[in-house]
């Protein structure tokens, strides 16, 4: 028996399962489509990720300038550095500090402009610089860098490749658009009064569309203080060299967690200006 045949069996067997549950719980649950799909995503993401990070669903992020994004629908985020979770009864805000990847789930309907509003939301928010900590030498550590998240569109968008790439590197500030293409049925629904089409699944694939072809350019992106041209020349690497032939789940397994690397290297939290937020809150109201 091939091992490596059989694991890459059992990913596409994941994948074609993964893609089946999108369209079933489209197809099956109308009224509460949007949270089911969220659940199939967020499943996805933490088979491929690593168990350190946390996946919320529903949040918002939030920096201590006190900016706050749109609601996100998963947050994907590193709980051992940064282990905060801002509450307002049962909202959610997680500090950019530690946000590794937001992630927005869409359904058939590709709107830019929503998808462009949201990420705006996020590329005003800032990483703090007030971050110290304790080392085992005895040193102190401080932030000396700026860290973004790596945002990704998740759906079922029916708009072929080419759309997909054109919004990526023209419009989208995000980084990848994991997609299961879905094509019309002939069917319709009743939703409420609305009647609307039925989608099948295209090819029971995901597609992966990236918008940078090499590391160097994911690395200035989510790593903007990064400035050593000798640093970024050994990060000209190719995407494509990430690619599992004829297998997007493991190529996205392969290629997500090679991003993870690039900005997995603790952002120290910036306890004082998040304290200052607060207190400078407080004053206001006084």
Not at 90 to 95: D, E, G, L, R
Not at 253 to 276: A, C, G, R
Request: hydrophobic share 35%.
């Amino acid at each position: 028996m091939n091992i490596i045949e059989e694991i890459k069996k059992n990913y596409d067997k994941m994948e074609k399962s993964i893609v089946e549950e999108l369209f079933i719980t489209v197809n099956n649950h109308q009224l509460t489509a949007g949270t089911f799909r969220e659940k199939v995503w967020k499943e996805l993401f933490k088979s491929i990720i690593p168990k350190k990070f946390t996946i919320e669903q529903g949040a918002f992020l939030i920096d201590s300038k006190g900016c706050v994004s749109q609601e996100t629908d998963l947050v994907i985020f590193d709980e051992q550095y940064t282990p905060y979770v801002l509450k307002n009864k049962n909202i959610k805000f997680i500090p950019i500090e530690a946000v590794m990847a937001a992630v927005q789930c869409k359904s058939s309907t590709f709107s830019e402009s929503k998808i462009t509003d949201w990420e705006k939301s996020i590329d005003v928010l800032t990483t703090g610089r007030s971050g110290v900590a304790g080392s085992a030498t005895n040193t102190v550590l401080e932030n000396k860098r700026k860290t973004k998240p790596l945002k990704i569109i998740c759906g079922t968008f029916h708009d072929n490749s080419e759309k997909m790439m054109v919004f990526l590197n023209r419009k989208s500030t995000s980084s990848m658009i994991i997609c299961a293409h879905s094509e019309e049925t002939g069917e319709k629904y009743q939703c409420g009064k609305s009647i609307k089409k039925l989608y099948k699944s295209k090819d029971n694939k995901l597609s992966i569309y990236n918008k940078y072809n090499n590391l160097r350019k994911i690395a200035e992106f989510v790593t903007p203080s990064v400035e050593k041209k000798d640093e970024l020349n050994k990060l000209n690497i190719e995407i494509k060299k990430f690619k599992v032939y004829n297998s997007s789940l493991l190529t996205l397994l392969f290629q997500l967690n090679q991003y993870i690397m690039l900005i997995n290297n603790p952002m120290l939290f910036s306890h004082q200006e998040y304290v200052e937020m607060f207190n400078e809150n407080k004053e206001k109201e006084e």
